[in-house]
């Protein structure tokens, strides 16, 4: 057990803190929205797509601006989702070079392991966070093709199915999905530091949540 411990200790304590930080940052962000539904970005663009929605299919004759503003989104959404599967490659082809490399990896590593083990261990962590990214984006894209079908329906064609109230739903299941991917790319920095040495990761954890609480918080004057 302590030879065990001494191997992996420094890791399971370095990188517990900053998987913690990371996930206390994401607990506070869902209490702060069930406490007041504006006090994000992610909730206020949620209530302004759900309007948006109302607006397009309420109005006559735009129903085409509707389907130009999903194209962009459903652009952006398969860049993300290119580029994850990219780097998902990216990292299975490091994975074969990580024996040769690994010395240059561990130069800072004055915390962790050096078994193979565990350097196989993060690249895995890696490149499932690359195929959540992807998953994620994917399903945002397959979501705004359905949208641009269903908000582009004429008021007297549409079945019971298709109301404003649904396809709303739908886009912000959209944009849910865009959220978490880009959520996985944020926390690829921590993940890709870990390689170098698991304090690196706590430190990036750090510097990450204090970077998303700048993105993701409502100034108090734009609240008003």
């Not at 209490?31 to 607006?55: E, F, G, K, L, Y």
Request: charge should be neutral.
């Amino acid at each position: 057990m302590n030879v065990w411990w001494n191997e992996y200790g420094g890791d399971i304590l370095w990188v517990g803190t900053g998987l913690a930080i990371v996930a206390g940052y994401h607990i506070a962000l869902t209490w702060c929205v069930r406490r007041n539904p504006r006090c994000t970005i992610q909730s206020v663009n949620r209530q302004a797509r759900t309007a948006w929605v109302h607006h397009i299919m309420g109005e006559p004759g735009l129903q085409i601006l509707g389907v130009q503003t999903l194209r962009n989104s459903t652009m952006a959404a398969t860049f993300f989702a290119s580029t994850a599967i990219i780097l998902a490659m990216g990292v299975l082809s490091l994975s074969e070079e990580a024996d040769k490399i690994a010395e240059n990896w561990h130069a800072l590593n004055a915390f962790g392991s050096n078994h193979p083990g565990l350097r196989a261990t993060k690249l895995m962590a890696l490149l499932i966070d690359f195929i959540v990214a992807f998953f994620s984006f994917g399903m945002s894209v397959r979501l705004y093709n359905h949208v641009g079908f269903q908000i582009s329906v004429p008021p007297e064609l549409r079945p019971p199915g298709i109301n404003p109230e649904q396809v709303a739903n739908h886009l912000n299941r959209a944009g849910g999905f865009y959220s978490i991917g880009m959520r996985t790319y944020y926390l690829a920095i921590p993940l890709v530091f870990w390689l170098f040495g698991p304090h690196l990761m706590t430190i990036s954890s750090i510097i990450l949540i204090a970077a998303l609480y700048y993105i993701d918080r409502i100034a108090p004057d734009s609240e008003e």
